[in-house]
């Protein structure tokens, strides 16, 4: 063997990395002790970004594409090098390869509560768990700060070294975004959205990456948080129960039959109310053991047979929270009893309570 070709065997011409893992994010060309030759070629495909570290210094990072490695585009490493006036002899330095392309579908999760201050409820534990797309976009500081001086980083480490990190970030963006607990556990659909924008810059400012897509699948909160937030939705089906009374009955005596049946239940339950509070007061200390007549009762001794009380129409009304036609209708269907006394319709109060039973 000549001694060219023996020089030729110890210097590099052609620097490439086909990656076939899919799974590699970064990635130290072997030089096998060997040096670099001046005018050698370096190839950067698509989704690839190399990074020159020499003397343990970032130097020049090279987009996709063809290069021929000289003086004009390797500026930054020929200052590290000492090289004032270009250079002619081969060199030593680190290439690294990264991997730009999108990483989908990585999962992350909460080991432990996060704490979470809330108005509502003060301090709150919640779990989450979810995943989050990512890609390589500062690749000086993903090397120093994740990859370091791996010759293959692959995603499983890199999962495992930002695993925690990714928690970290979450919850102080969490406690930033000031979302109550109700709605992180209630919207957690939109959370990830609504937290993408506090997540990034930190991501990328320590770590080098881009968080492209952050999903919370699921936010479980302690049980008597899951409780407020039924009732708070029973609340809001409901919405004002005055009215919700008032078109179940309209809508009843509209329909008869089964129609008017249905609209007593509504009836029923604001009777009911009315009822529970009278029923409350005989119970107090020195009451009466029966309830007191209600506010312009007029007796029954007056008026009809069997000592009942009775009520008039618009006393009617008010317990049931309906208007006084709606009363007046549904005497006029046979749905509530009434007898007229003098020139006033009075309703007595066994009347009302069979109604309210659905007699």
């Known amino acids: 063997m000549s001694i060219l070709n023996f020089i030729r065997k110890e210097l590099i011409e052609i620097i490439e990395w086909t990656d076939d893992s899919r799974d590699t994010l970064a990635y130290r060309w072997p030089d096998e002790d060997r040096q670099i030759k001046n005018g050698a070629q ?95 976009v500062d690749a000086p500081k993903f090397l120093k700060e994740v990859a370091g001086t791996d010759h293959n980083f692959r995603l499983d480490e890199f999962a495992e070294t930002m695993r925690s990190r990714i928690v970290s970030v979450f919850s102080e963006a969490l406690a930033r975004a000031g979302v109550p607990a109700l709605e992180v556990a209630a919207r957690y659909g939109e959370l990830g959205d609504a937290l993408l924008p506090i997540i990034n810059p930190v991501m990328t400012d320590k770590y080098g990456i881009e968080i492209t897509a952050f999903v919370v699948e699921n936010v479980s909160v302690p049980a008597e948080v899951e409780e407020a937030i039924d009732k708070r939705s029973s609340m809001g089906a409901v919405g004002n129960l005055n009215d919700f009374v008032k078109y179940q009955m309209g809508k009843g005596m509209g329909e008869g039959g089964e129609g008017a049946a249905a609209a007593a239940v509504p009836a029923q339950m604001a009777m009911g109310f ?55 209708a549904a005497i006029a269907a046979g749905e509530l009893k009434a007898r007229r006394i003098g020139s006033a319709t009075r309703i007595a109060r066994s009347a009302l309570e069979a109604f309210l039973r659905g007699e």
């Open 42 to 136: 370096l190839i950067v495909r698509e989704s690839q970004v190399v990074q020159f570290v020499a003397a343990g210094q970032y130097a020049d990072l090279f987009a996709p594409g063809k290069h021929t490695l000289s003086t004009e585009n390797i500026p930054v490493l020929s200052t590290i090098l000492g090289w004032k006036y270009g250079f002619e002899s081969p060199f030593k330095c680190d290439v690294y390869f990264l991997n730009t392309r999108l990483f989908t579908g990585n999962k992350w999760g909460t080991a432990n509560p996060v704490m979470l201050r809330d108005a509502d409820f003060g301090m709150v534990r919640l779990r989450a768990f979810g995943t989050y797309d990512f890609r390589i």
């Open 274 to 328: 009315g009822m529970a509070q009278e029923m409350m007061k005989s119970m107090q200390p020195g009451a009466q053991a029966a309830p007191p007549p209600l506010p312009g009762a007029v007796s029954a001794g007056a008026a009809a047979d069997n000592g009942l009380e009775v009520l008039n129409p618009e006393q009617a009304a008010q317990i049931l929270s309906v208007s006084v036609e709606d009363v007046l």
